[in-house]
């Protein structure tokens, strides 16, 4: 009875290092058959110095050095800044796919970059591949702080805040169309539901900047809080043919001795109580 169930044992553990060998076999058939579908090259491109306003591409190139047909799913790129166009998604063996990748800086995007397009082979969760590209973007200012944080903001109280312009170019700058849009996020109905409003009155000083090469000024930006929340918003400033862009954002809270004054449920507004505002 003991030799017949040591022999059962023996059977039942052969079969399994058999089905675990079988396993591996075929999981390293799978990897081997991905990994001979690839990018000919390098999948990481340096575009080199671009302008900001330009759109610049590369073409990489899969070859499927596999035995068998390998279909590509989609081609995802990191951000709506960049296109990735895929000329062929079932790739018979020793055939070839293209994919054209073509980027434009967004807005105000100063110094180095890198994006990632991610190629997924069909109904696999995982990329197969990711594509790597960078840019350096040509700037002519150097702008510090890169955002302006408004600290102690409260409702109803002008509040400051700013950031300094600098020319790093070697010929006199103008810096033009300085404006700004700013948003409030706030619970105005009181009841946890937070709405974008957008803020009005915020000012920009100075209207345009004069620099000479090295040169640098200063931009200020004021607002008044309507509504304690959050406030996001962004400057932007046009040299030529470049764009500037700084952040502005800040908490608002309510001010020490003021009171909300709510109107009809319906309207959802809100008014400070300027009888009960600290002076």
Same mark, same amino acid.
């Given at each position: 009875?003991?030799?017949?169930?040591?022999?059962?044992?023996?059977?039942?553990?052969?079969?399994?290092?058999?089905?675990?060998?079988?396993?591996?076999?075929?999981?390293?058939?799978?990897?081997?058959? %991905?990994?001979?579908?690839?990018?000919?090259?390098?999948?990481?491109?340096?575009?080199?110095?671009?302008?900001?306003?330009?759109?610049?591409?590369?073409?990489?190139?899969? /070859?499927?050095?596999?035995?068998?047909?390998?279909?590509?799913?989609?081609?995802?790129?990191?951000?709506?800044?960049?296109?990735?166009?895929?000329?062929?998604?079932?790739?018979?063996?020793?055939?070839?796919?293209?994919?054209?990748? /073509?980027?434009?800086?967004?807005?105000?995007?100063?110094?180095?970059?890198?994006?990632?397009?991610?190629?997924?082979?069909?109904?696999?969760?995982?990329?197969?591949?990711?594509?790597?590209?960078?840019?350096?973007?040509?700037?002519?200012?150097?702008? %510090?702080?890169?955002?302006?944080?408004?600290?102690?903001?409260?409702?109803? /109280?002008?509040?400051?805040? /700013?950031?300094?312009?600098?020319?790093?170019?070697?010929?006199?700058?103008?810096?033009?169309?300085?404006?700004?849009?700013?948003?409030?996020?706030?619970?105005?109905?009181?009841?946890?539901?937070?709405?974008?409003?957008?803020?009005?009155?915020?000012?920009?000083?100075?209207?345009?900047?004069?620099?000479?090469?090295? %040169?640098?000024?200063?931009?200020?930006?004021?607002?008044?809080? %309507?509504?304690?929340?959050?406030?996001?918003?962004?400057?932007?400033?046009?040299?030529?043919?470049?764009?500037?862009?700084?952040?502005?954002?800040?908490?608002?809270?309510?001010?020490?001795?003021?009171?909300?004054?709510?109107?009809?449920?319906?309207?959802?507004?809100?008014?400070?109580?300027?009888?009960?505002?600290?002076?």
């Amino acid at each position: 009875m003991k030799h017949a169930t040591m022999s059962a044992l023996l059977v039942l553990f052969a079969l399994t290092l058999t089905m675990g060998a079988q396993a591996q076999t075929d999981e390293g058939n799978d990897a081997a058959e %991905q990994q001979c579908f690839a990018i000919e090259g390098t999948s990481d491109y340096y575009f080199g110095e671009i302008d900001q306003n330009e759109t610049v591409e590369h073409t990489f190139i899969f /070859k499927n050095n596999c035995s068998e047909t390998i279909e590509v799913g989609s081609a995802r790129a990191s951000c709506g800044c960049t296109a990735a166009v895929l000329t062929e998604k079932v790739i018979p063996a020793g055939g070839e796919a293209k994919i054209q990748v /073509k980027f434009t800086p967004p807005r105000g995007t100063r110094g180095k970059v890198t994006k990632t397009v991610s190629v997924y082979l069909k109904d696999e969760q995982k990329p197969h591949t990711i594509i790597r590209f960078s840019a350096k973007i040509k700037t002519d200012i150097d702008i %510090q702080p890169q955002y302006i944080q408004l600290l102690g903001a409260e409702v109803g /109280k002008a509040i400051t805040g /700013k950031a300094t312009v600098k020319n790093t170019s070697d010929k006199p700058l103008t810096v033009t169309g300085l404006s700004i849009n700013v948003t409030s996020y706030a619970d105005t109905a009181g009841d946890g539901r937070t709405i974008a409003i957008p803020l009005e009155g915020a000012v920009v000083t100075p209207s345009s900047l004069e620099l000479a090469p090295g %040169q640098s000024g200063d931009v200020s930006v004021t607002l008044v809080p %309507q509504y304690p929340g959050q406030v996001n918003g962004a400057i932007r400033l046009v040299t030529g043919t470049n764009e500037g862009i700084i952040q502005v954002f800040g908490v608002v809270r309510e001010g020490v001795g003021a009171s909300l004054r709510r109107a009809a449920p319906e309207t959802g507004a809100v008014q400070l109580d300027s009888e009960k505002s600290t002076k």
